[in-house]
């Protein structure tokens, strides 16, 4: 190869480069209080285990300052950045290397060491709770991080009951702590806030939290907002971002079906832009302008062409594709077969199977994260009678369509597109049954 011929090579990555690069977009983020136009959800906390073979146990921290009156005190933290935590308790030896590549693997999670720090941050924020002398349970939250309680306030958590209608936007507003942790930003560790909400379900005698911080950027004269992790952490791991539209008003909330995860398309302006997601440590909220029209894009958006899959049946090892589907409505099942609404769905998709032509639909269940023992057990004893698949190391449908829960549902036209998701029971029924009796 002569010299000419490698300087233009040289240019032609170098002007591809600059084009690729052209098409980020990367949008400084201004965090805000509150939930903002997205609806909240709560994360369960629990405190430390006193099992001696936690594979947490290493990572535990090591605290005081209760209140001395309190009896029955339990410890516990909770994690603003669980991917920065395991990473550097790895690397001090309190993760061992098999449980660190475990966790990549169930949580489908590649490090990124440009955005996590090899020097340890405080990303935990530490609680306790106990009874107070009347016997009321009472909390206590480290809110600036010095993993000593004696300068915090005690307090009975807000008792939240799910069956109640109660508006978490007001509840946080009045009853969040702000606390402190450390972030990576621009490379250098620095202290931040933000207000952390704990509530008590009496009932199941529980603890949830969640974090009221959203963020915004504005590009092209819109709004864009930012809700990192269903409110549960604030490592932006997997983000959700949403157009705000001129037309909402306080108060006003997006529908979850209409909000835009990672490497999905978000429509400004008549543009379509991927989310590729959020850059902590620039503090950024990164989109990738796309040079293809919509109608050959995949995604798991309703309006998108649906990823393609390959696997095998479970119980024939027949093989089973997307291409071999074509021509039929189909509902892609994504379910585990130790969630409980799940197996509360069997009965219904018996139901509608039964009801539907097999020419016209077809049902295909996609089983993750369970063991071939159990699916077994299941398929026949609920005598399910449609093709299961289970989503392995090698066909990783489950990873493809970016499934983080159980159950999650799309239903496929015959071309390929994407006409609904995660619809249940009769609204599911109802749907399939007006889109294959026309």
Not at 209 to 237: I, M
Not at 302 to 307: E, L, R, S
């Amino acid at each position: 190869m002569n010299l000419k011929t490698l300087s233009l090579i040289a240019v032609c990555a170098t002007l591809m480069s600059a084009c690729s690069k052209e098409k980020t977009i990367r949008l400084t983020l201004n965090h805000q209080n509150g939930y903002g136009h997205f609806k909240s959800s709560l994360g369960g906390i629990a405190p430390y285990s006193d099992d001696e073979n936690n594979p947490w146990k290493e990572t535990y921290l090591s605290l005081s300052g209760a209140p001395e009156n309190w009896s029955e005190i339990k410890y516990g933290d909770i994690e603003t950045n669980i991917y920065q935590s395991v990473y550097q308790n790895y690397l001090a030896g309190k993760i061992s290397q098999e449980r660190y590549e475990e966790l990549q693997k169930s949580w489908n999670w590649e490090p990124d060491t440009l955005q996590l720090s090899k020097e340890p941050l405080m990303t935990k924020i530490a609680f306790a709770f106990g009874k107070d002398p009347a016997g009321i349970t009472n909390m206590i939250v480290d809110a600036n991080n010095n993993l000593d309680f004696s300068d915090d306030e005690s307090f009975v958590p807000f008792n939240y009951s799910p069956n109640e209608r109660i508006n978490l936007d007001s509840i946080a507003s009045t009853n969040s702590i702000n606390v402190s942790f450390e972030r990576l930003i621009e490379n250098k560790k620095q202290l931040v806030t933000a207000p952390l909400l704990i509530v008590y379900m009496s009932r199941y005698n529980i603890f949830m939290c969640n974090f009221a911080q959203h963020a915004v950027a504005d590009f092209e004269g819109r709004k864009v907002a930012v809700c990192s992790d269903g409110f549960t952490g604030l490592s932006y791991n997997n983000p959700r971002i949403a157009l705000l539209a001129d037309s909402l008003k306080e108060g006003d909330k997006i529908k979850r079906d209409q909000l835009i995860s990672k490497n999905e398309f978000i429509e400004i302006n008549g543009k379509l832009y991927k989310n590729i997601g959020v850059n902590v440590n620039s503090n950024t909220l990164e989109l990738e302008e796309m040079t293809l029209p919509k109608s050959e894009l995949h995604s798991t958006q309703i309006g998108f062409k649906a990823f393609s899959y390959d696997g095998n049946d479970f119980t024939t090892e027949a093989q089973v594709s997307s291409e071999q589907l074509k021509g039929k409505y189909v509902l892609l099942d994504f379910w585990a077969t130790w969630c409980g609404p799940c197996r509360q769905d069997i009965p219904n998709l018996k139901e509608l199977y039964e009801k539907t032509d097999r020419d016209k639909f077809e049902i295909i269940g996609i089983v993750g994260d369970s063991p071939s023992k159990a699916l077994k057990e299941i398929i026949e004893k609920d005598s399910i009678g449609w093709t299961q698949v289970q989503s392995t190391d090698s066909n990783k449908i489950k990873e493809t369509f970016g499934i983080h829960g159980y159950p999650t549902t799309f239903l496929i036209n015959p071309e390929g597109i994407i006409v609904a998701k995660n619809l249940r029971g009769k609204e599911l029924e109802e749907r399939v049954l007006e889109l294959t009796n026309d």
